[in-house]
């Protein structure tokens, strides 16, 4: 159980990282 | 004598295994052939059965051949990983490409097995024609061939075909895949088919839901999720129709393609570090490090450059920014034409293009290029050389790089490293020349060059159904090359010029 739900924490961290990433990258496109 | 018999063992031994990755692929063609029966598409039901009952003939020989391996529990060397991933490829290139030729979309075998080593290779680039028009169960075959090949087949055969074995270790290594995340590597193999397999159903869902909000029907929108997810997972690049990604007009498709391509370019290691918990991994890791720096100058680099083409920030970011993601991880995507890379974005545009498909995303991940990884480490290098050679001779400092976890900056794995990325940059200019040679310009060769070498798939125009064949070939090697970072292909073709060496000294003995 705690292995399942640290698993879908770090996919859920992933998925949020990404995002955020890619939201930096739009960020330098709009000032840039 | 002695030698004799153990080329013989050898190849008993490269028999048993090869057939066992034939025969998992064989499996494997049941789900497009099932794909077929459900949807009623006839003939690819009868593509596939032909395709199948070859398959299963081929991996049963070479199985039967090698049947004592199995019996006799024999130690699987190096030489014999490495050949056995290496000729498997080949092996399967052809088999693999029966349903496509079967299809009548090729015109020729050539066609068929440039395909089929494009999608195995994670690449991309097609040959096929009227794609637009190809039955769903050839495109369910063309991105599970992707999928699979983006995983690596061995390691599929190791998940779940091959029991453990001894040395299964250098089977699986032979195929690019360096990293141990446990110690049993039947495990490792799992836990990579785990990650992929749970982001394919969360994949697949953003994918179905978004498609069917921008106006797809509920089974097309979940077939176009699946395929579309396949293609970015793995970096490949592949579309169900001729407009790729372009074919759906929606900014909120492209972003979730995007974020699954990046997560589909890090590193396995990575992932099973994060699902431990092992949060801080993403900014400690040279990897993540070394493709966030290289990601941001890129991007900022051709912002700067090509806005001025662009009408907006989101149009510059969709047309800019995610095309040169989609290079930097290797996938393939590209949301303007072939030709608007030339006659757009220009030299400078075209060069930015060439280094980050070169550069690719990470070591163990199903992303090509000559990874992130060895940027970091050569870089890293450089700069421990310039500080010893700044500091004191006195003092002995050892340099350390952190890959989920810390390693010595040892001589070895810097000469590795640049071994591997200069192999890349002399298949890479062969391929530039190439293009040259047949009348393209030097920016468009190099594109298309940098594409096949990266196993990235975007084009400029050159790969197309009427290129000479030769090119063909050159493109097939390169893909190959590149995808099974040269020492596994190395290693079967020393292996096979030592047996042929051997037979000639035992021709002349006798």
């Not at chain 2, 299809?103 to 080593?117: A, I, P, Q, T």
């Not at chain 2, 090949?149 to 190791?158: K, P």
């Not at chain 2, 149009?315 to 040169?324: A, D, I, Q």
């Amino acid at each position: 159980m705690q292995k399942t739900k640290s698993e879908i924490v770090g996919l859920v961290f992933e998925l949020v990282a990404v995002c955020v990433f890619i939201t930096v990258l739009y960020l330098i496109t709009l000032f840039l | 004598m002695t030698n004799s018999k153990s080329s013989f063992s050898s190849s008993k031994i490269i028999c048993y295994y090869t057939g066992c990755i034939v025969i998992g692929i064989a499996l494997l063609m049941l789900i497009p052939l099932v794909t077929s029966f459900l949807l009623r598409e006839w003939n690819p039901v009868l593509d596939f059965l032909i395709s199948i009952a070859i398959t299963t003939a081929v991996g049963l020989t070479l199985i039967i051949i090698g049947i004592k391996t199995r019996e006799n529990k024999v130690y699987v060397q190096w030489k014999h990983g490495f050949v056995v991933a290496a000729l498997s490829w080949i092996i399967l290139m052809v088999l693999c490409s029966i349903p496509y030729r079967l299809s009548g979309h090729n015109n020729s075998l050539l066609d068929s097995c440039f395909d089929v080593m494009s999608g195995f290779t994670t690449t991309g680039l097609i040959l096929t024609q009227d794609l637009d028009h190809i039955s769903i169960g050839l495109n369910m075959w063309r991105h599970l061939l992707t999928f699979v090949g983006g995983q690596g087949m061995v390691v599929l055969a190791l998940s779940f075909l091959v029991k453990e074995i001894s040395g299964a270790y250098k089977l699986y290594v032979g195929e690019a895949k360096d990293i141990g995340l446990v110690p049993n590597v039947k495990g490792t193999a799992r836990i990579i088919w785990k990650i992929s397999l749970v982001y394919l159903v969360v994949g697949t869902l953003a994918l179905w839901i978004d498609g069917m909000l921008i106006g797809l029907n509920p089974v097309s929108a979940f077939f176009h999720g699946l395929f579309m997810f396949e293609s970015s997972w793995s970096t490949g690049g592949f579309a169900p129709n001729s407009q790729n990604i372009m074919y759906y007009h929606s900014f909120s498709y492209e972003i979730i393609t995007l974020i699954f391509f990046i997560l589909g370019s890090l590193n396995f290691g990575l992932h099973y570090a994060i699902w431990q918990g092992k949060k801080k991994e993403i900014i400690k890791n040279i990897e993540t490090q070394s493709f966030m720096i290289t990601a941001f100058l890129s991007s900022a680099f051709a912002v700067i450059a090509l806005s001025k083409i662009y009408p907006n920030s989101i149009s510059t970011f969709r047309r800019v920014v995610y095309n040169v993601l989609s290079a930097h991880t290797t996938t393939g995507f590209g949301n303007i034409y072939a030709r608007q890379f030339a006659l757009e974005w220009g030299d400078f545009g075209t060069l930015i293009m060439v280094i980050v498909m070169l550069i690719g995303g990470s070591a163990c991940s199903t992303a090509g290029g000559f990874k992130g990884l060895r940027v970091g480490i050569v870089f890293k290098s450089i700069l421990s050389d310039v500080k010893k050679l700044l500091s004191s001779e006195r003092n002995v400092k050892v340099f350390k790089y952190h890959h989920i976890k810390d390693y010595v900056l040892e001589d070895g794995v810097v000469r590795s490293s640049a071994l591997i990325i200069i192999c890349y940059i002399i298949t890479f200019t062969i391929g530039t020349a190439l293009g040259t040679y047949y009348g393209y310009s030097f920016a468009d060769s190099a594109f298309e060059s940098a594409s096949v070498t990266g196993n990235v798939g975007l084009s400029i125009g050159i790969t197309s159904p009427s290129m000479p064949s030769v090119m063909k070939v050159y493109y097939i090697i390169s893909m190959y090359l590149g995808r099974l970072e040269f020492l596994s292909v190395f290693a079967m073709v020393g292996y096979f010029l030592g047996g042929i060496k051997r037979l000639c000294v035992k021709i002349r003995q006798s």
